[in-house]
């Protein structure tokens, strides 16, 4: 085997010094640091070099139980493990587990507004020096908690007790001891303690350096153990800094000259097998932190450690992988004739990486130990950095290749290059890049993002979320940190308690006909309860006030051919409008509301726009934008429940309801008083109610595509076009107080399904839209979209006019029309006069169910239906269709 620091040593004249062990643990490179040329490269920190997950988690976990050792079992429980940022946050998090009980915080170089300092310090010889420590418990490095615990007090910072608590720093290299020197320093001021200990992998000082430890330690009054995997050092020639800056510059020129950079070409060739970037839902457990930023207490630990299993599984799945069943596991390769296992796929993965960033290095890193326990494949674990090191596609050299994109987190000193070391070319089948929410941002999705350098080089890239953990402000007097901060993904603790007991979203095909990644339902599955109703009963009794609507669904409408060859040609002829008022309403949303927005579909109607919106995002911006769907029922409100886990995982100000139209504005006004209402009453602020939607012919509200009445082919179907999902249902034997609202999936009707071909068909038409989309755009930016309410006034003038004397009876506009055709007892409709191929599905349905179409003029739709008044089942024939009013 070549060591993989021999191209260094060589030129350099640089010696590594040390036990048995130490080649194997670590190789050498260059980079452009005008302190130190050379950096030592791990190969089990899972920064650099790949690494099996349980090799590198394994590593930190035994330093830990060394500590332990060292210890005793007394001071182990008062001790707080402070890892550093950003190479040793895994290594350190993982030492603290070890130590079972321990509590643990990293430094980090992302500040966090409305958290305060506890400290800082410097680090002498990295890229970026500067470190802020930012605990959740202003206590926690003060380690007051744990020994007033034991001595059954309450006593505060600067108390005698308080010294025993023993502080453990962890850091990849021990080398001139500075950086835990200035660690040690700032914070003995601030909370002096009686013993220190220090942990490494490898411990690198030089002969005078192991002397000025003792010498720091005698100055404190302090005891410092250290605790390191390995120890030697590295022999250093005289000049070696100016050597290894020369040596550094004139191979850039090289790569430069022959018009390549290892691993990163300007426009790499696509992946022979390329599928494209799936977002995976991990069910994150709900108040546990990403990471030990702010602190992460031996509870969150528990809670991690429970659901670690069903996150993996989620990634399996998304893999297209067979998972390691009980007392089964899937061999890694074919069987001896060649043939795969049961239930594994012919492309499934081999070789997979879980790619962790930057200082989110442990959640990423337990995902991938999880990964390796339940999948038939190698599972391998790196993480990217901001730390520019030289490529060398040499054997004897630690960093091979490198992909370079910009920084996606905004980060505080300003944009720049972040890496990702020895995957181009590493031959991996699959890549899992696991980010923190704060860091899930328009670059990261970027043409030359990271998703976007990984693509070439996998034929399946995965991208896991994990919720930004921001802690809640600590006066009683601010709002909470997470519900001002555009960026936070996570609401304060509490909320996050009372949404914990709530269930992780529905997703297909389990629940319904989309792709698990196109919407998420905030429903609960009715599948197998009789809940259907024939059309006059459903009438007679809402009419008479003896049932809610939403307290029954009525029977899906089975289209004739006639209709399903007229909802073909409609779809076709209608697709390129669709697709223009997509991207009208999406770029608006993404121009007024942000650029990562969740939308929040109204099911079901709002549910295929949303769905489109997400595609359009993804196809005009490379962003996947979070969907889900939620139940609004006119009369009784918008599912509080769904609204409590929302607030739970996102931040309120980033939900965008979306709805396919409006008719005269009713569940404008429902979802405007049910959120108001909710707030009121839950304490959760930030929700904006007002609704996106595709066409807004009522004038209704100020975001929309158009505000044409149009046919949009979606409300020409039910369930067969909406994912195979029935109506909402709210009904209190149901649905209780802990329940979301609930809905059928209706599998059954597979065979009629044309949920995939509406979405693709308008989807297709994307691109030859564009131009015209951003002429609408900037029209519609400029322009006074205050809603006009114009719809309504026409409905009450309607209502009026025909002796109805109930707007809820007149259904504006060529959706609603079509819905009363479909789902309740119609009387006549209205056709504005003229009318033309929007109004062919309504004049046959019509003709179907014998209602009367009469052309009036002067109407602000293109059709509205009426509901017959004052129903009875005696309104209608003895054949079913409605009887015209003499």
């Given amino acids: 085997m070549v060591w993989s620091g021999s191209w260094v040593a060589e030129r350099l004249d640089v010696e590594l010094v040390g036990d048995g062990e130490l080649r194997e643990l670590l190789g050498l490179a260059l980079r452009r640091n005008p302190k130190r040329a050379h950096l030592l490269v791990s190969h089990v920190l899972g920064k650099h070099v790949p690494q099996y997950p349980s090799v590198v988690y394994g590593a930190g976990f035994e330093l830990g139980r060394r500590v332990r050792e060292l210890l005793g079992e007394a001071a182990t429980r008062r001790a707080v493990v402070l890892g550093y940022a950003e190479t040793a946050t895994g290594l350190g998090h993982a030492v603290a587990d070890g130590l079972d009980a321990a509590p643990y915080l990293h430094s980090t170089r992302r500040p966090v507004e409305g958290v305060a300092r506890a400290g800082g310090f410097e680090e002498s010889h990295s890229h970026a020096t500067s470190h802020l420590l930012l605990p959740e418990d202003p206590d926690l490095l003060a380690g007051d908690a744990g020994d007033a615990a034991d001595a059954g007090e309450t006593g505060g910072v600067g108390e005698t007790h308080t010294s025993d608590a023993v502080l453990v ?143 993996a599984d989620r990634i399996v799945a998304a893999l297209g992988q067979g998972a390691r069943g009980e007392g089964t596991a899937l061999p890694d390769g074919p069987l001896d004739d060649g043939t795969l296992p049961d239930g594994a796929l012919d492309d499934r993965a081999r070789r997979v990486l879980v790619l962790g960033f930057e200082e989110l290095m442990y959640a990423p890193l337990r995902l991938a130990t999880a990964l390796e326990d339940r999948i038939g494949a190698e599972v391998r674990y790196s993480t990217t950095t901001r730390s520019p090191v030289l490529a060398v596609d040499d054997p004897g050299y630690a960093i091979r290749t490198r992909l370079v994109f910009p920084a996606h987190d905004d980060p ?39 998703l976007a350098r990984l693509a070439p080089h996998t034929a399946q890239v995965l ?4 919720p930004s953990y921001i802690p809640p402000a600590t006066t009683p007097d601010t709002t909470p940190a997470a519900a001002v901060r ?57 009419q008479s006030g003896g049932a809610h609507y939403a307290e029954s669904l009525p029977v899906e409408y089975q289209p004739s051919e006639q209709y399903q060859d007229l909802f073909r040609a409609a779809l076709d002829l209608s697709a390129a409008r669709i697709a223009r008022a997509v991207g009208a309403v999406t770029e608006t949303v993404l121009a007024e509301r942000g650029p990562r927005p969740v939308l929040v579909s109204l099911a079901r109607a709002g549910t295929p726009v949303g769905v489109l919106m997400r595609r359009w995002a993804r196809h005009r911006h490379g962003v996947d934008l979070p969907h889900y769907a939620v139940s609004i029922v006119r009369g009784r409100g918008i599912d509080a429940n769904a609204l409590r886990w929302l607030a739970a995982h996102h931040n309120p100000a980033d939900v965008v309801f979306v709805d396919g139209w409006t008719g005269k504005g009713a569940i404008t006004r429902e979802l405007a008083a049910a959120v108001a209402e909710f707030e009121d009453s839950d304490g959760t602020e930030g929700f904006n109610p007002e609704i996106a939607v595709l ?53 059954e009707l597979a065979g009629s399904d044309v949920s995939g071909h509406f979405l693709d068909t308008v989807a297709e038409r994307f691109g030859e839209v564009t131009d015209a989309v951003d002429a609408d755009v900037k029209e519609l930016l400029a322009a006074d979209r205050a809603p006009t309410w114009e719809g309504w006034a026409a409905v009450e003038r309607i209502s009026e006019e025909y002796g109805i004397h109930d707007v809820n009876l007149v259904k504006p506009g060529v959706g609603e029309t079509t819905r009363v055709l479909l789902r309740r007892v119609p009387w006549k409709i209205l056709a504005k006069r003229g009318a033309g191929a929007d109004l062919e599905h309504i004049r ?15 109407l602000p739709y293109t059709c509205v239906g009426l509901i017959h008044p004052k129903y009875t089942r005696g309104a209608t024939g003895a054949d079913g269709k409605a009887v015209e009013s003499k």
């Fill in 169 to 311: 720093l962890v850091d990849d290299e021990f080398s001139t001891g500075n950086t835990v020197l200035n660690t040690i320093r700032a914070l003995h001021e601030r909370y002096p303690r009686n013993r220190y200990v220090i942990v490494a992998l490898v411990d690198m000082r030089s002969p005078d350096d192991r002397g000025r430890l003792a010498e720091f330690a005698a100055e404190i009054g302090a005891r410092i153990d250290l605790v390191a995997r390995n120890s030697g050092t590295v022999r250093l020639p005289d000049g070696v800094l100016e050597k290894g800056q020369a040596l550094v510059a004139a191979e850039e020129a090289a790569q430069e000259a022959q018009a390549t950079t290892v691993g990163v070409g300007p426009h790499p060739h696509p992946h022979p097998h390329a599928r494209p970037c799936t977002r995976v839902e991990l069910g994150w457990p709900v108040g546990v932190p990403d990471g030990g930023r702010h602190g992460f207490t031996p509870a969150h630990r528990d809670r991690l450690e429970a659901a670690l299993p069903a996150m």
């Fill in 412 to 450: 505080a000193d300003g944009p720049g290059d972040r890496y990702a070391y020895n995957v181009a070319g590493a031959g991996f089948d699959a890549i899992v890049a696991v980010v923190d929410s704060t860091a899930d941002t328009p670059e990261l999705h970027a043409p030359d993002g990271l």
């Fill in 463 to 466: 991208l896991a979320v994990v």
């Fill in 486 to 542: 555009p960026e936070a993904s996570v609401a304060a603790p509490e909320r996050q308690e009372e949404s914990r007991m709530l269930p992780e979203p529905l997703r297909g095909p389990a629940f319904s006909s989309y792709a698990p990644d196109e919407v998420g339902w905030l429903l609960q599955d009715l599948s197998d309860t009789e809940l259907e109703a024939p059309t006059e009963e459903r009438e007679e009794a809402i």
């Fill in 695 to 747: 066409a807004d012919p009522g004038g209704c509200v100020r975001t929309y595509g158009t505000r044409e009445d149009f046919l949009i082919p979606s409300a020409c179907l039910n369930s067969t076009v909406s994912g195979l999902i029935s109506r909402t249902v709210l009904r209190s034997d149901l649905v209780g107080p802990e329940d979301f609202h609930g809905a059928k999936f209706y599998r």
């Fill in 844 to 858: 046959l349905l019509a003709r179907q169910r014998g209602v009367p179409v009469e052309e009036v003029d002067a």
